[in-house]
Each structure stands twice: as structure tokens, then as C-alpha cells.
């Protein structure tokens, strides 16, 4: 089944300590993306790969690290989380060959940093 | 700077027909899509336009006018597990960034 996985699906943690919000397609896609969604601001771009070790910043960049060293995944990274950081994200992948093609979501991670 | 405007919130009736609207002004435009998202779950895709006009898919039609900037999303025959929020977002020249509007909460009632 064409898929996007992410893991965890909830965390509660503390401030400053690191942690790593995993993503993984198997639908071979080469554009994969990192949003996060906040209530009354929609869903913002955290940061985007356009294929493997290509990597640029989205709208909300600042606090968050990404990899893209295999095709298939794709963490976030968050070295020192902060309050400010509690949000539902989600990672989303796509082919790259035509500006029709749709992203497909992964089931979302609810963070909440105290 | 880029803009996508909704109507937050939208109420309607088991069986009629709702119209969503989305207004949109961004740097290059490569298309524009309609999500529909459940609370909690992630969005889906339900439409892709890139030319001027009516694409129909079942109880969904999406539309769009590019010189207006303007699109909007029509469910016909509602049914109680169309309410969900619906995301409208514009594909620029960025890199094919998307752009999400803030969605449109719907919800049907019987």
C-alpha cells in the first residue's frame, strides 16, 4: 500500500530535550516536505527536499534540522525543542514531474513541549 | 505577498448543495488544489485545476478563474461525513511550494 509513515503519532516532552520526528515514503517520490499546523494559521511549510541531499527552508524554518541522505525518509529534527513548537506536523511527499501532481500526507505527530 | 483567503467557517443541510469559495494572490501560479481534512487526520486530495473552468469528479466540482484569482470548491448532495475542514492551496514557482489557505470548517447538518 502507497504510503507516507510517520513515527511518533503522539509525544509529550520537555524543554531542550532533542528529538526526531521520523518520515518514510515507499512510493519513490522525489519532492518530500515538513508542514506544521497551528489553529487559525492553516498548514505552513517547515522545510522541503526536492531529492536526496537537497534541502531548503519552507516559511517556518527557524528551530528545525532536516536530512534527506536516502530517498524514502526524511526526519525533522528538533535540537532544543521550545514551547513554541507544540503543533500537529505533518511530512508529505510527491513526484516531481508535472505541477499536477498531488502531495500525500502522512497521519500526522501531535508534539506538545512543557 | 501571497495570500489565500477562505471563509473560516460554513454551515449547510444534509442533501443540499455548498459552495466554498477561495481567493488567491501569489508569485507564479502552477495550479491550484482543493484537501479535504477530518479533524485530526491528514488532508486527501480531492481536485487539481491549472486551466480556467469546471472540473467535475462525482458530488465534487472544482473551479477556476485565473484572471479573477478566484476558485472555488462545490459539494453537491451532502452527506454527514462531508463535514470536515477544506484546505485550498496555490502550487507557485518556488520549487513547487504549495501555499495553504487557513481551511474551511463545514459543517452539514441534518
Known amino acids: 500500500e502507497a504510503q507516507v509513515t510517520q513515527n511518533p503519532r503522539y509525544l509529550i516532552t520537555v524543554t531542550g530535550k532533542k528529538l526526531t520526528v521520523t518520515c518514510s515514503q515507499n512510493m519513490n517520490h522525489e519532492y518530500m516536505s515538513w508542514y506544521r499546523q497551528d489553529p487559525g494559521l492553516g498548514l505552513r511549510q517547515i522545510y522541503y527536499s526536492m531529492n536526496v541531499e537537497v534541502t531548503d527552508k519552507g516559511d517556518v524554518p527557524e528551530g528545525y534540522k532536516v536530512s534527506r541522505k536516502e530517498k524514502r525518509n526524511f526526519p525533522l529534527i528538533l535540537e532544543s525543542p521550545s514551547p513554541n513548537q507544540t503543533s500537529l506536523y505533518f511530512c508529505?511527499?510527491?513526484?516531481?514531474?508535472?505541477?499536477?501532481?498531488?502531495?500525500?500526507f502522512g497521519d500526522g505527530t501531535r508534539l506538545s513541549i512543557l | 505577498g501571497q495570500n489565500i483567503d477562505q471563509p473560516t467557517e460554513m454551515t449547510a443541510t444534509e442533501g443540499a448543495i455548498v459552495q466554498i469559495n477561495c481567493t488567491y494572490q501569489?508569485?507564479?501560479?502552477?495550479?491550484l488544489f482543493w484537501y479535504q481534512q477530518h479533524a485530526g487526520e491528514a488532508p486527501t486530495f480531492l481536485s487539481y485545476?491549472?486551466?480556467?473552468g469546471l472540473e467535475e469528479k462525482g458530488r465534487f466540482s472544482s473551479f477556476l478563474s485565473r484572471s479573477k484569482g478566484y476558485s472555488y470548491l462545490l459539494l453537491k448532495e451532502l452527506q454527514m461525513k462531508d463535514s470536515a475542514s477544506y484546505l485550498c492551496a496555490v502550487r507557485g514557482n518556488q520549487g513547487g511550494k504549495l501555499i495553504f489557505g487557513q481551511g474551511t470548517e463545514l459543517s452539514v447538518k441534518p
Open positions: 501569489t508569485s507564479g501560479f502552477n495550479g
Open positions: 485545476n491549472v486551466l480556467d
Open positions: 508529505a511527499s510527491r513526484l516531481t514531474g508535472g505541477a499536477g501532481q498531488p502531495q500525500h
